[in-house]
């Protein structure tokens, strides 16, 4: 079952632009929505979340929208930067945590 | 720094043998998850466990596969009669205990890669 969907699997943008990574999920129990950045021959580490009694929270550049009639969720990035290219993985948490597929992001100079 | 570590970094083994992919989570987490990532796919939860006690093993294939968690010592991932399938990135990740609608972050090793020849 796949509770949580990442469409895209890549995503390439121009120094400076805005990155917007996409994920929608299907369970409504979901209390939590995380955002996790994966490097090459690296484990993912932790980049941003938020509740599901909020709808934006903002860390620097990065921020993260959630639209609960829609089931949807987002996370921006500007401006972007080349040191940004990675995988990010969207999460949702209720007990377990649950990833989508990921989103290879390239920012190119 | 003591993170979550994984060893061995990367694994290969033969079809039909064994392996056992070991995972030390943070100090002072009693909570360890294991993922495993296939080559171009997201990460799929496999299993959740508490020190001696198993959560959550929704995500594991019903056979050949087994962890554990024991009271003292590293979590192990243990893959039996190994199959080219199995061929994948094996991430573990711990966590404080969840309290009770509070955010819990999963803190995660570096992987084991596995091979299967």
């Known amino acids: 079952d796949q509770q949580v969907k990442q469409n895209s699997p890549s995503l390439s943008v121009q120094e400076g632009r805005i990155s917007i990574l996409n994920c929608d999920y299907t369970?409504?129990?979901?209390?939590?929505f995380l955002w996790y950045k994966k490097y090459p021959a690296e484990g993912p580490t932790f980049l941003i979340s938020i509740s599901s009694i909020k709808d934006k929270n903002e860390d620097g550049r990065f921020t993260v929208f959630l639209n609960k009639s829609a089931k949807h969720l987002s996370l921006h990035i500007v401006p972007s930067q080349p040191g940004d290219s990675a995988v990010y993985f969207c999460a949702a948490d209720n007990n377990d945590m649950r990833f989508g597929a990921g989103t290879r992001l390239t920012v190119k100079p | 720094n003591a993170g979550v570590m994984q060893n061995p970094r990367h694994l290969v083994r033969r079809r039909g043998q064994e392996a056992r992919l070991r995972c030390s989570p943070v100090k002072g987490h009693s909570h360890v998850y294991w993922y495993r990532q296939l080559p171009e796919e997201g990460l799929k939860f496999m299993v959740y466990l508490q020190k001696e006690n198993i959560i959550d093993e929704s995500g594991m294939p019903k056979e050949r596969f087994s962890a554990e968690f024991p009271k003292e010592g590293p979590s192990i991932l243990r893959i039996q009669q190994v199959v080219r399938g199995d061929s994948a990135a094996y991430f573990c990740?711990?966590?404080?205990?969840?309290?009770?609608?509070?955010?819990?972050?999963?803190?995660f090793g570096s992987g084991t890669q596995l091979s299967v020849l």
């Open positions: 369970n409504s129990m979901f209390d939590y």
């Open positions: 990740a711990s966590s404080l205990p969840p309290t009770g609608g509070a955010l819990k972050k999963l803190f």
